[in-house]
């Protein structure tokens, strides 16, 4: 079983420019979650995607973020314009809608610097 | 708001030594507990833990939980260099979504 992937794995850009992280999860997962961890703190909760629908983005910094999951399927996030406190590691995570536990399976990470 | 502290922040020792990892949190309508092992890329799940007293066991990793002191520890014993990594615990209240501590820093030298 093929894991959750990140696509890139890393993004240096100019502050003011947009950035599309994309998360494919393990196939069948309906639960999708993206965090984000800052140099030195620990991994923050950002959105929680079931399927297509936003389940809670309340982890959500401001609305120069918009995550999407069109179709259910993979997801992307965007951060237009990008400031320099959005440098982080950006992680993806699904998991089972049916499994009680819902344990998370996490993806490498996009490394995301803004300078 | 929930919180994870994790204890030490970093730990330096060689192989053959036996490490214990603490986290420590407060979280409303307690779920469950997990911890991560970092190496270079993915969290990668070790443990998820929730119910007191009973120890999960996994080769040299070992943990347990304590709901009344609201505590766990993560134990290695005859560390290897292959165990270094970051080691995060996260707790899971009524919404699933978990709270991550900074997470705890073994490098074991050969």
């Known amino acids: 079983e093929a894991g959750v992937t990140q696509f890139p794995s890393h993004s240096v850009i100019e502050k003011g420019q947009t950035v599309t992280l994309r998360c494919d999860p393990i196939?069948?997962?309906?639960?999708l979650y993206w965090y984000r961890r800052v140099m030195g703190k620990e991994i923050k909760f950002l959105l929680h995607f079931v399927k297509e629908s936003k389940q809670d983005e309340s982890g959500m910094p401001n609305n120069r973020f918009l995550a999407e999951r069109t179709g259910g399927t993979y997801s992307t996030l965007k951060v237009q314009p990008a400031e320099l406190e959005d440098s982080g590691v950006y992680f993806c995570a699904s998991s089972h809608l049916s499994d009680s536990r819902r344990e998370q399976y996490f993806g490498p990470g996009t490394r995301l610097t803004v300078t | 708001e929930d919180k994870v502290v994790q204890s030490p922040l970093s730990l330096v020792v060689h192989e053959g030594d036996t490490v214990t990892l603490n986290c420590s949190y407060e979280v409303t309508n307690f779920r469950s507990l997990l911890w991560y092992k970092q190496e270079k890329k993915a969290p990668t799940f070790l443990f998820m833990l929730t119910s007191s007293g009973i120890e999960k066991k996994s080769g040299r990793l070992s943990s347990i939980l304590d709901k009344k002191e609201l505590f766990s520890i993560l134990n290695i014993t005859a560390t290897q260099t292959g165990d270094s990594a970051v080691y995060l615990c996260a707790v899971s209240g009524g919404s699933y979504i978990p709270t991550f501590g900074r997470g705890t820093s073994l490098i074991v030298h050969p």
């Open positions: 196939s069948g997962h309906d639960n």
